[in-house]
Structure formats: structure tokens, C-alpha cells
């Protein structure tokens, strides 16, 4: 925040080299652990939910997949001589035989798309740091407006510095404690805000994707080498 900071020439060395090896092992860290915990909630979430597939491009696009490589695996079952014989309307046939039994109910009961909502993770974000507010307003004898601003500049690696908890460091060894604490919210809470901004960017790419079907931007032919 400012408050602390080297001020011999040794002690500005041993920050810039600490710091060239720590920042990128922070980044591993919140890129890891948010995407852990994003796949945690997704999974979290698919289960409470009771909703059905309901992506109709998706079943229709497995199944035209299935017909494809059906067809490829049986016109390559016969000898070449054989395939310059067969009828012309014969890959036709193919294509509208009916899909085994085993493979319809694979499509059924095909798992659905875990789409955790946007507004679930402003929430999280927002009671997680409603959380902190509340907890260093009695700590430090802030406002919860003032704690509020404190852990969105301080999550945000903003970090102004004009608000720091735990000034009388020197004062008893319950403060340390509140700064060990407080290092910790702050690390859980970023690898928070890494799994939220995780799931609201697939979901608006989800979103956009289906716009664009709608609308004609998107084909779905481009969607599929964009999958592939």
C-alpha cells in the first residue's frame, strides 16, 4: 500500500528481484486456482440445477456428426471396385437411417451445458466482499462504506493506500494476526474474482454465440471448426 516499503539500496534489490519471481507465481496461482474453482462451482452448479438439455443445435449437431462418420465407416467397409458399382443415391440411404437405440439414448441423456448465471457470481462477489466490509469495520473502527471501498480498491490490486488495517502493528501481537488474516481474505478473494471473471466470460461468449446464430452472423459450420 505504500505504508511499508524498502528504504535501503540492498532492501530496493531484494523487492525487484522477489517480485520478477513472484508476480509470475502469482498469476500461476490465480489462473490455477480460479480455474479449479470454476470448474468446482459448474459441477456444484449442474448438480443443484434440475434443468434439461436445452440446446437444440447441439442434440441436432451430434447426431448429423453421427450420420457423417456412419456413413464414411460404411462406404469404407466395401472394396473400391465394389464402390464404383454402387448406386449414386446409396450415401442418401445412409445419411436418414435410423439412429441405433444405444446412440439415441447417449444423446438424451447427454449431459447438459453447466451455465452458471452472471448474476451468481456478481453475488459471490458482492457478499464476499460485503464479508470483509463487515469484518474490518469492527476491526479497524471503519464505516461499511469505508470497508467496502477498502476491499474493492484492495481485490482490484488498485491498492491507493489511504486505507490500511492494522496500523498499530507494533502495538500487540493480536494485529499481526489481523494482517495474517487479512493476507488471507486477500488471496482467497482474488482467486475468487479469477473464477468469476472465468464464468462470466464463457457465458457472454455462450450468449454472443447464440446471437449470432439467430441473427445469421454466425454459421454453424464456423461454429464447429471454432469447436474443432
Given at each position: 500500500?505504500?505504508?511499508?516499503?524498502?528504504?535501503?539500496?540492498?532492501?530496493?534489490?531484494?523487492?525487484?528481484?522477489?517480485?520478477?519471481?513472484?508476480?509470475?507465481?502469482?498469476?500461476l496461482?490465480?489462473?490455477?486456482?480460479?480455474?479449479?474453482?470454476?470448474?468446482?462451482?459448474?459441477y456444484i452448479?449442474?448438480?443443484?440445477?434440475?434443468?434439461?438439455?436445452?440446446?437444440?443445435?447441439?442434440?441436432?449437431?451430434?447426431?448429423?456428426?453421427?450420420?457423417?462418420?456412419?456413413?464414411?465407416?460404411?462406404?469404407?467397409?466395401?472394396?473400391?471396385?465394389?464402390?464404383?458399382?454402387l448406386p449414386?443415391?446409396?450415401?442418401?440411404?445412409?445419411?436418414?437411417?435410423?439412429?441405433?437405440?444405444?446412440?439415441?439414448?447417449?444423446?438424451?441423456?447427454?449431459?447438459?451445458?453447466?451455465?452458471?448465471?452472471?448474476?451468481?457470481?456478481?453475488l459471490?462477489?458482492?457478499?464476499?466482499i460485503?464479508?470483509?466490509?463487515?469484518?474490518?469495520?469492527?476491526?479497524?473502527?471503519?464505516?461499511?462504506l469505508?470497508?467496502?471501498?477498502?476491499?474493492?480498491?484492495?481485490?482490484?490490486?488498485?491498492?491507493?493506500?489511504?486505507?490500511?488495517?492494522?496500523?498499530?502493528?507494533?502495538?500487540?501481537q493480536a494485529?499481526?494476526?489481523?494482517?495474517?488474516?487479512?493476507?488471507?481474505?486477500?488471496?482467497?478473494?482474488?482467486?475468487?474474482?479469477?473464477?468469476?471473471?472465468?464464468?462470466?466470460?464463457?457465458?457472454?461468449?455462450?450468449?454472443?454465440?447464440?446471437?449470432?446464430?439467430?441473427?445469421?452472423?454466425?454459421?454453424?459450420?464456423?461454429?464447429?471448426n471454432?469447436?474443432?
Amino acid at each position: 500500500y505504500g505504508n511499508i516499503a524498502p528504504r535501503t539500496s540492498w532492501g530496493k534489490v531484494a523487492t525487484v528481484l522477489y517480485a520478477i519471481v513472484g508476480i509470475p507465481l502469482m498469476l500461476l496461482y490465480l489462473t490455477n486456482i480460479g480455474d479449479t474453482l470454476a470448474k468446482s462451482l459448474r459441477y456444484i452448479y449442474s448438480r443443484l440445477c434440475t434443468c434439461k438439455p436445452n440446446d437444440p443445435y447441439r442434440r441436432r449437431k451430434c447426431t448429423d456428426n453421427y450420420r457423417v462418420q456412419h456413413t464414411v465407416a460404411h462406404n469404407s467397409s466395401f472394396e473400391p471396385a465394389v464402390q464404383d458399382k454402387l448406386p449414386v443415391h446409396s450415401e442418401d440411404e445412409a445419411r436418414i437411417e435410423a439412429i441405433p437405440n444405444e446412440v439415441r439414448e447417449d444423446l438424451e441423456h447427454e449431459e447438459p451445458r453447466a451455465s452458471v448465471p452472471i448474476t451468481l457470481c456478481l453475488l459471490i462477489l458482492v457478499g464476499y466482499i460485503s464479508g470483509g466490509a463487515t469484518v474490518f469495520s469492527l476491526w479497524e473502527g471503519w464505516g461499511f462504506l469505508d470497508g467496502s471501498y477498502f476491499c474493492f480498491v484492495t481485490l482490484s490490486t488498485i491498492g491507493f493506500g489511504d486505507l490500511v488495517p492494522g496500523h498499530s502493528v507494533a502495538s500487540g501481537q493480536a494485529s499481526q494476526e489481523k494482517l495474517i488474516i487479512c493476507s488471507l481474505y486477500l488471496l482467497i478473494g482474488m482467486a475468487l474474482i479469477a473464477m468469476c471473471f472465468n464464468l462470466m466470460q464463457e457465458e457472454v461468449i455462450h450468449k454472443i454465440r447464440n446471437c449470432g446464430r439467430k441473427i445469421g452472423i454466425i454459421k454453424e459450420t464456423d461454429e464447429e471448426n471454432d469447436l474443432a
